[in-house]
């Protein structure tokens, strides 16, 4: 028992990742069509977000300590953040140990505008154009991304931390009457469980509740009709190709304490981001959503060693296994429409 | 329909002639060299197959820079770094035998296939007379193979897996990084001095040739001197989130968790166990403990703060004052700003060692330096004294166990040295059932 709740929760932070991802995903198919390959990608430039705030904040200057050395035996150099310097060691301190979440107000910015250079620059000539002309082009604009990412940063694992206070873990055992030490989970991925809650929601309510998203759903329903109505539908969804790019990179922005950010995550994740908008349904965003936290519940299932056991390498494929016995089931996905990729 | 000019008996000829064409080149090769790629002119080249793209881009970077410094010292330039303490005195600074040493790179993206294909090229169209490099086992040995069939040297790079000298040891291939056996051998006693002999292991193990070796080799170790060893979970390679591994070590009753990741991996999965708050856990009356068998300065730094306090071992390190390494830490640093890795110190000895061979037996021919090789003593290379065995191609040296510092004083000053463990307490037989399997066979020297 305790053994499943604590995969449940395992599966949750994970699968809050491929949700966030995959409702990007989704979006920008049901809005322009377009099969995006290079979303993976925009979740590890968010994920760099986090990297480059992080690094802008602790730019030090140097001042020469006469009684230390270096390795090479020349007086050592002390470096002293900037911030550290203007503000006081304390706040500037605190600054630079926030950096992962004051990364998100930086990011949504940077990855707007990284949505919008993608779309209008690229994008935009393919949308006639049938869906393996755009897959291939944005993968290579993913593989484009990810070796400019690797030239700047490198291609090792950078250690991103998440402030102090969120060190540790919340023992969820002790709370329901278990033993101490049984189910465990570390306060930042309730953090990051919250957070995909919270945006979540917060799309879900501007396509509901705003005129600007009754318009969108509207041109996802019938995008010429609309057309015919006067509305300029491609400004709109060029915004949304901006909104996805945001989610997807705030989504990496808080990863980056989970998984040390290197120029490969957008690959790990992409794929399986794919796999669950397919088994969500191509276009529907509950779908994405939901299918997002069942398999990544699945997948924390699936590398219990009471399990693994019985089927050896269940872990690698679990998810693939299930995307396949739900389009046998039920071939538009959990949530697909009629008509979606049909045509 | 066409009809085609081409009868069977055309065809036959043609193929015929031009058969023995293509084979008339390499008729007269092998007939006026006794090896392949036997250098005529005034240079000899090297082919440095390096991952220089992939998940180890950073150590082959490393690695590069190594060799390119090696090259320099043995071409007469720099310094002349650890060739001034190297207590073999061949090498005269001229090039090797003076030829002036050039080299060719290759990239292994840390894929077998990759790795076979740009040393088979280095060889093939560069006339590489020896091959070394490689940040993997799986490369390494992939290479390794490659480099015997052929006819060249294989000098390995950083390759820990106890196969490399073991199942898969090939007479052309030589290894002066140590191995998963040794790692053991040399933690073992200073974990059961830290933490007890009444423990609880639980490991968690990346699933290829290097990992299977070193969770064998450090349970062997770690059981013999008392610990229980509660599970052993194998993780695939890249696995980005290892959360759901690390998840239920607490409730498996395990104390201790034994990383068998390097690289990427390792990273994740110590950032992943850091942050579950493993460490500040106490299980059956004592403080949970993180070990992490290889350690490696480039991934320490992946791993941020999150190494404090974690021991594990590692091949050589800047820190050590002995002559030797701080002749190359001065060497490498005054070229290029901050101190070797280990990947680039045995790198670069591996370079050295090969052309010191070649000197020492006044040949290129792969079986003459392998003669030169096999049995060697030596020192001033920063690891003490040395040396090459004959049966299996792996050096005995000392080992360093090292910890994850506390306060470090710069992003280089990660790890500090607990340890030197003497090269007697490290060395296996030759005929160890860990090592066991394979056969050195005869040197190949190709053409």
């Known amino acids: 028992m305790d053994a499943i709740l604590l995969q449940v929760l395992n599966g949750l932070d994970k699968g809050s990742a491929y949700a966030l991802i995959a409702l990007g995903l989704t979006l920008i198919f049901g809005t322009l069509g377009v099969v995006n390959f290079a979303h993976g990608a925009i979740f590890m430039i968010g994920a760099f977000c986090a990297v480059t705030l992080s690094r802008i904040l602790s730019l030090s200057f140097e001042t020469i300590d006469p009684t230390k050395v270096d390795f090479l035996g020349n007086p050592a150099t002390i470096k002293t953040p900037y911030v550290e310097a203007w503000f006081g060691p304390e706040f500037g301190g605190a600054l630079i140990d926030w950096a992962v979440p004051l990364a998100i107000l930086f990011s949504i910015p940077i990855m707007i505008a990284v949505g919008f250079i993608m779309e209008r620059g690229l994008i935009k000539h393919f949308y006639k154009r049938p869906h393996a002309d755009q897959i ?56 990051y469980f919250l957070f995909a809650a919270v945006v979540i929601g917060a799309v879900f309510s501007f396509l509901r509740f705003t005129t600007f998203g009754m318009v969108v759903r509207a041109g996802m329903a019938d995008r010429e009709t609309v057309g015919l109505l006067g509305i300029d539908i491609d400004r709109r969804f060029t915004i949304m190709f901006g909104l996805a790019a945001a989610v997807a990179g705030m989504a990496g922005v808080m990863y980056a304490p989970i998984l040390s950010p290197n120029y490969h995550m957008g690959m790990d994740f992409l794929v399986l981001s794919f796999v669950v908008v397919v088994v969500g349904g191509m276009g529907s965003l509950p779908g994405a959503v939901a299918a997002g936290f069942l398999l990544g519940v699945l997948e924390s299932f699936a590398s219990m060693n009471e399990i693994k056991s019985i089927i050896p390498g269940i872990d690698q494929i679990i998810i693939y296994v299930v995307a396949i016995i739900i389009l046998l089931t039920r071939p538009r996905g959990l949530l697909g429409k009629r008509g979606v990729m049909e045509e | 329909m066409s009809n085609s000019l081409l009868t069977r008996r055309g065809l036959l000829k043609t193929s015929a002639v031009a058969g023995a064409g293509l084979a008339l080149p390499t008729i007269f090769t092998s007939g006026a060299s006794a090896f392949t790629n036997d250098p005529t002119g005034s240079t000899v080249t090297l082919g440095f197959n390096v991952p220089q793209s992939g998940a180890y881009a950073d150590e082959g970077a490393d690695e590069l820079r190594a060799y390119e410094l090696a090259v320099e010292h043995l071409n007469g330039g720099g310094d002349g770094g650890m060739l001034n303490t190297f207590s073999s005195k061949a090498l005269e600074g001229n090039g090797i035998l003076g030829k002036k040493v050039e080299f060719v790179t290759g990239d292994t993206q840390t894929k077998s296939d990759a790795a076979r294909a740009s040393a088979k090229s280095m060889i093939e169209k560069d006339g590489a007379v020896m091959i070394t490099g490689g940040s993997s086992s799986g490369v390494a040995i992939a290479v390794q193979g490659l480099c015997q069939e052929a006819g060249v040297i294989f000098m390995a790079g950083l390759t820990h897996s106890n196969d490399t000298t073991g199942k898969d040891k090939k007479a052309n291939g030589f290894r002066h990084f140590f191995n998963a056996y040794m790692s053991a051998a040399a933690l073992a006693p200073v974990l059961k001095n830290l933490y007890g002999s009444d423990r609880k292991a639980y490991h968690l193990t990346a699933d290829y040739s290097w990992g299977w070796t070193q969770e064998e080799s450090i349970a062997a170790a770690t059981e013999a001197m008392g610990w229980q060893t509660v599970e052993k979970v194998r993780t695939p390679l890249g696995a980005g989130d290892f959360s759901s591994y690390i998840a239920p070590v607490l409730n498996s009753g395990a104390d201790v968790l034994v990383l068998n990741h390097y690289g990427g991996d390792m990273v994740n999965s110590l950032t992943n166990a850091v942050q579950f708050g493993l460490r500040d856990k106490q299980v059956n009356g004592k403080n949970f403990e993180i070990v992490v068998p290889l350690y490696s300065r480039l991934m320490a730094r992946g791993a941020g703060k999150n190494v404090a306090g974690i021991h594990g071992s590692t091949n050589w390190h800047w820190s050590l004052q002995d002559d030797a390494s701080k002749a190359f830490v001065k060497s490498f640093g005054t070229k290029y700003g901050f101190p070797p890795s280990q990947a680039a110190h045995t790198v670069y000895c591996q370079t050295l060692l090969y052309a010191d061979a070649v000197a020492r037996g006044g040949s290129f021919n792969p079986c003459a330096v392998g003669e030169a090789l096999e049995g060697f003593e030596f020192d001033g290379l920063g690891n003490g004294p040395t040396l090459y065995r004959a049966d299996d191609h792996q050096c005995f040296k000392d080992v360093l166990v090292v910890r994850g510092k506390e306060n470090p004083t710069s992003e280089f000053d990660l790890l500090e040295i607990v340890e030197v463990t003497p090269a007697a307490q490290v060395t296996y037989p030759a005929d160890h059932p860990m090592f066991a399997g394979g056969a050195l066979g005869a040197c190949n020297p190709g053409a």
């Open chain 1, 136 to 191: 291939l082009v944005t993968f290579g604009l993913a593989i484009v991304l990810q070796e400019v990412i690797k030239y700047f940063y490198g291609a090792n694992p950078i250690s991103t931390p998440a402030p102090e206070v969120f060190k540790g873990s919340f023992d969820f055992g002790a709370m329901f009457g278990f033993d101490p030490n049984v189910i465990i989970y570390p306060y930042w991925r309730m953090v």
